[in-house]
């Protein structure tokens, strides 16, 4: 009889388990008013953790163990990071690179790095070891205070998750217009969230086919709201132009669309998309954009006469391995003598910039060097080709 009972018990844990994740996974911020003691410990609005991201990371940073990446993680926890490079492979990158910080002397012999809070946005969650960017007071272009910066500075965590089509609620709970998180009191948003739609299974490593967000329109402007506005070129913060005045040329759209690799200008319109260089599609009908956000590789197609360049192009939402938070490295050769460079496979300093080559394929997302020329350039060159 205790066997039996033994059995049920263990039989329920289980059940209750998948239960609990499932709930946390795909109910939680849908707007029901029971999800609230998942974030707070009375009706009052006092977090379970000690500030808003440290908040959020008690569901968002995968648990110690977790070397795959996995759901709705967005962070991989101190313990695995010592082990390796981050584990999560969201769109928007792993907070754990903030952690992340790399040293290498040049062929000159000087001394250069990579500091983890150069590879960023710096949220503050003091319980899972995150602090405050300690160079920029605000951010770049903007007044938005880097001490109070948070997950809900960006994400507003009482809004409603959208469902596949995107309707339903705001792409990934971003703030729209009038928006002003508690931590920033006196700003808010102008913008409203872009009109995006990502597929259910997003967080998976791109090794064989694409994770394709597809983006429809106001990226760039959303991200204004706390950087410098768009092409303000007097404040020399964008070098390159985004949004709606970086409509897609006659000439981008081909090489875009036709670039392969170094040297390879044999691609086609149908099979160009590459999710490290994404592009907004110039549309707001999320039915249609539903339709295009894959990862099963089903839609590759490029870009047209619509699409324009948005920050994300470059840059990755969270963070990345790179300084900047782009999404590949500032170097002469991401790929070298057909491999990536590291310190443990002879590749020049300057190019492995501290990482092994495991950790440079993982901050590629898993994808094979072979899929790139033997010296393969920077991916500014899918849209300009000039080398």
Not at 18 to 30: I, K, N, P, V, Y
Not at 124 to 145: E, L
Not at 357 to 371: G, Q
Request: charged residues 20%.
């Amino acid at each position: 009889m205790k066997h039996r009972f033994r059995s049920v018990a263990i039989v329920l844990t289980i059940f209750l388990a998948a239960l609990w994740q499932s709930h946390t996974g795909e109910a939680f911020h849908s707007g029901s008013t029971e999800e609230c003691q998942g974030c707070h410990t009375d009706q009052k609005g006092s977090l379970r953790g000690s500030d808003e991201s440290s908040t959020c990371l008690r569901c968002h940073q995968a648990p110690p163990g977790t070397l795959t990446p996995t759901g709705y993680y967005i962070a991989t926890s101190d313990d695995d990071l010592r082990k390796g490079p981050p584990s999560q492979l969201t769109p928007g990158g792993d907070f754990g690179y903030l952690k992340k910080n790399y040293v290498w002397t040049d062929r000159e012999g000087a001394r250069l790095s990579s500091s983890g809070e150069r590879h960023g946005h710096n949220i503050v969650a003091i319980d899972f070891g995150y602090n405050a960017d300690t160079t920029n007071s605000t951010a770049p272009g903007g007044i938005y205070p880097a001490g109070t910066f948070s997950c809900v500075s960006c994400h507003d965590p009482h809004g409603k998750i959208p469902n596949e089509a995107g309707a339903g609620g705001a792409y990934r709970l971003l703030g729209g217009k009038g928006y002003g998180p508690s931590s920033a009191r006196g700003m808010a948003f102008t913008y409203d969230p872009p009109v995006a739609v990502a597929p259910r299974d997003y967080n998976r490593s791109e090794a064989i086919t694409d994770t394709r967000v597809a983006y429809g329109k106001g990226m760039s402007e959303w991200c204004s709201n706390c950087h410098a506005p768009i092409d303000e070129d007097e404040l020399k913060v964008h070098i390159h132009p985004v949004g709606n005045r970086a409509r897609f040329t006659m000439n981008v759209i081909y090489h875009y669309n036709y670039y392969v690799k170094s040297g390879d200008l044999s691609g086609s319109n149908n099979t160009s998309y590459t999710s490290l260089v994404p592009f907004e599609e110039g549309i707001d009908d999320k039915i249609i954009l539903a339709q295009h956000a894959k990862n099963d590789g089903s839609y590759r197609i490029g870009p047209d006469y619509r699409s324009t360049v948005m920050c994300l192009s470059c840059h990755r939402a969270h963070a990345s391995a790179w300084d900047r938070m782009t999404r590949w490295s500032d170097v002469d050769f991401i790929v070298y003598k057909g491999v990536y460079p590291g310190i443990d496979n002879g590749s020049p300093p300057e190019l492995a910039e501290g990482r092994t080559a495991a950790e440079t394929k993982r901050a590629f997302y898993d994808r094979p060097s072979d899929r790139y020329a033997t010296r393969q350039r920077s991916l500014c060159n899918k849209c300009h080709a000039l080398e």
